[in-house]
Structures are given as C-alpha cells and as structure tokens.
C-alpha cells in the first residue's frame, strides 16, 4: 500500500479538501496510472452531497480519468510504461454473469465495482476516485486513449461522452436518421457531436433561445425551441431517435409527440422520478421510451476510437484542484461550456 495525495469530502454539508488515500501496490493484472487529466461529472457533485443517499464517507470523485502507465503488473502485455489511457466509471466486474459476458459489465448481475464509492475488493473499505495523484485498476478496465486526441479534453469522453455515444450507438442511428438531442449541458453537447459524426440530421431541442449557437458550432443542423408550440407541431412525429439529457425531473409528453412511428427516446439525464407520462402518447404510434447507463468496456474503448477517427472531444475548461468547490458551485448553475476537468499538475505540486 502507497499513501498519495487526493481530495475527499468527509460529510454531505463539507467542502472538498486535501486528503491522504492508500492505493494497493501493483498486481499481477493491473495497470498503475499517473493521473494527468479528471473530468469533473455531475455524478460527482450528487455523491458529494449525498444525493443518492449512498454515499460512503471520505468521498474522493472522479471518473472521467486520463493518465499515463507507470507500472505493469507481470500478467499486463496489453498496456506498457508511457502508455496514454483512461479510466472510466468502472473499475472490476464478476467478469462472469450473463451481462459481463455480453460486455455490459455496468450491468453486473453481481454488482460492478465503481470507480469510486463502491467495495474495494482488493484493499476493503471502498473506492477511491480520480480527484488523486495516482489510481491502480485491473486490466480489463483501463482503456486507450488515441493519441491524436487532446488528452485534457479527451477526459470527460469517459463517462459524458460514453453515456451519450452508447445508445446511440445501441439504438441503430445512421447517415440520415433525424435525431434531437434535449438538453445542451455536459452530457447534451456530447449527443450533438455524436449523432453529427454519425451523419445524422442533428437538431438540439432546448428551452433557451440563447444557445442557439452554440448548439450550431458543435454541429446541429437545427435547433428546436420546446416552449415554442408552433415549432413543435411543425416537428411531430418526425424523428427517429431523441436522447433525453435533461438531468432533473420534466414533463417528457411533448418530447414523445415529436417521435415517429417506433421510434425510441432514451433517458439518460434524470436519475429520479418523472412526470407522469400519458399512455397515449406511446400506444398511438409504437413509442418506446428507453433508458442507457453509461457502457461496457468493449463499447467504451469503441468510443475512443471513434473520437479518434472523427477527432471527437469535449468541450471544456480547465481548474486546477484548489478552485474545485468554486467549480461545484458553478456547476450547480449550469455555469460551465461545457465540461469541469483537473490538471491534476495542481494536486501533485501542492
């Protein structure tokens, strides 16, 4: 066991501030990494506070992770020292249930290990995240980052960007297909990328007039105001596919009205309950409403090479560690375009 650096909130009501972890010392099949880059998610912000009410105290977040391999246990001939990888929102796995089989280890049947905030199998006690110097994982769960992309805006392609590609990728969208995006935040802009690189009619559907165009530069070919009645008649029963990032809580009717007969729209924003959804929206017309919880590793590692063939990152701004409490209060105002991620090069010189 190596003490290293980190930050840590040890209540719901505390800030986040300097910690000192124990990390395992390298196994047989794992992969040592030096943290460079962590994406700050809204899940992070949620586990903090305890909004879930399963937080496991000390809390150190992080799993929007990029870093560089600076020791192979004997079993590791996949990853080398210098290596440029990521490490996501899962970090072990049965490795043996119909769903890790079928490479949905976030679907554990036995319960996937999270990257932070889950039972540590290795060490007890629970996960520590990527707000840390350094993070040792299991071979099967580190990923390679393609080494086109930049690395500090590649971070929140690990849980934001894998949370929007998979269904989209699951769901069938190809060239042509009409797809909306709801919601152009964090998980919304990432929707928007994908679904354009994979030739889509892209059009974001939001509430705010003002992010007009900023949902263009990212690649929609239309933006869709919702409050606007006439704009959503004019679009209904037209779309093939909606992804539904809108993290809180909504009215989802006039969204199911825009889908064409048999058409899918996934959740995956609102991690609580919804606004009760009129069975006649979906029985007149063989609607499905869906939902997607972030990949597999075998799909996420597809991502990262889809970014890299269509050179796909997030859009970000950097922090260092010490203005991460400020950057929470931010992101409880949706005052971020549109990704938080650390230059962990704060933490270590502290």
């Given at each position: 066991m190596?003490?290293?650096?980190?930050?840590a909130?040890?209540s719901?009501?505390?800030?986040?501030?300097?910690?000192?972890?124990?990390r395992?010392?390298?196994?047989?099949?794992?992969?040592?990494?030096?943290?460079?880059?962590c994406?700050?998610?809204?899940?992070?912000l949620?586990?903090?506070?305890?909004?879930w009410?399963?937080?496991v105290?000390?809390?150190v977040p992080?799993?929007?992770?990029?870093?560089k391999v600076?020791?192979?246990g004997?079993?590791?001939?996949?990853?080398?020292?210098?290596?440029?990888?990521?490490?996501?929102?899962?970090?072990?796995?049965c490795?043996?249930?119909s769903?890790?089989?079928?490479?949905?280890?976030?679907?554990?049947?036995?319960?996937?290990?999270?990257?932070?905030n889950?039972?540590d199998?290795?060490?007890?006690?629970?996960?520590?995240?990527?707000?840390s110097?350094s993070?040792?994982?299991?071979k099967?769960?580190?990923?390679?980052?393609?080494?086109?992309?930049?690395?500090?805006?590649?971070?929140?392609?690990?849980?934001?960007?894998?949370?929007t590609?998979s269904?989209?990728a699951?769901?069938?969208?190809?060239?042509?297909?009409?797809?909306?995006?709801?919601?152009?935040?964090?998980?919304?802009?990432?929707?928007?990328?994908?679904?354009?690189?994979?030739?889509?009619?892209?059009v974001?559907?939001?509430t705010?007039?003002?992010?007009?165009e900023d949902?263009?530069?990212l690649?929609?070919?239309?933006?869709?105001?919702?409050?606007?009645q006439?704009?959503?008649?004019?679009?209904a029963?037209?779309?093939?596919?909606l992804?539904?990032?809108?993290?809180v809580?909504?009215?989802?009717?006039?969204?199911?009205?825009?889908?064409?007969?048999?058409?899918t729209?996934?959740i995956?924003?609102?991690?609580?309950?919804?606004?009760?959804?009129?069975?006649?929206?979906?029985?007149m017309?063989?609607?499905s409403i869906?939902?997607?919880?972030i990949?597999?590793i075998?799909?996420?590692?597809?991502?990262?090479?889809?970014c890299g063939?269509?050179?796909?990152?997030?859009?970000?701004?950097?922090?260092?560690?010490?203005?991460i409490n400020?950057?929470y209060?931010?992101?409880q105002k949706?005052d971020?375009?549109?990704?938080?991620?650390?230059?962990?090069?704060s933490?270590k010189?502290?």
């Open positions: 190596k003490k290293i650096k980190a930050y909130a040890d719901k009501d505390a800030d986040l501030k300097p910690y000192e972890i124990e395992r010392a390298t196994l047989e099949d794992d992969v040592k990494i030096d943290i460079l880059y994406g700050v998610c809204h899940s992070d949620h586990q903090v506070r305890n909004d009410k399963n937080s105290y000390p809390v992080g799993h929007e992770i990029i870093g600076l020791e192979v004997k079993g590791v001939s996949k990853f080398k020292v210098g290596d440029l990888v990521g490490v996501g929102c899962l970090v072990d796995s490795q043996t249930c769903a890790c089989k079928d490479d949905l280890e976030q679907f554990c049947e036995k319960g996937a290990t999270f990257t932070y889950s039972e199998k290795h060490s007890g006690g629970h996960t520590f995240g990527g707000y110097e993070v040792t994982v299991n099967e769960f580190v990923l390679k980052v393609p080494e086109n992309l930049d690395a500090k805006a590649a971070a929140p392609l690990l849980c934001a960007g894998i949370t590609y269904p989209l699951h769901w069938g969208v190809k060239k042509g297909d009409k797809v909306g995006v709801i919601g152009l935040g964090g998980l919304g802009h990432m929707g928007v990328k994908f679904a354009h690189a994979m030739g889509a009619h892209t974001m559907i939001t705010s007039p003002s992010k007009s949902a263009k530069k690649g929609a070919d239309e933006v869709l105001i919702s409050k606007d006439e704009q959503m008649k004019k679009h029963n037209s779309f093939d596919f992804l539904n990032t809108i993290p809580g909504h009215d989802m009717n006039p969204y199911a009205a825009l889908l064409k007969r048999d058409s729209m996934v995956v924003g609102a991690v609580e309950p919804l606004d009760p959804l009129h069975g006649g929206s979906l029985i017309g063989r609607k869906a939902g997607s919880l990949g597999g075998k799909e996420t590692q597809e991502m990262l090479d889809f063939k269509h050179n796909v990152v997030s859009d970000i701004e950097m922090i260092d560690i010490q203005n400020e950057a209060n931010r992101l949706s971020v375009k549109y990704r938080f991620v650390i230059d962990m090069k933490l010189d502290s």
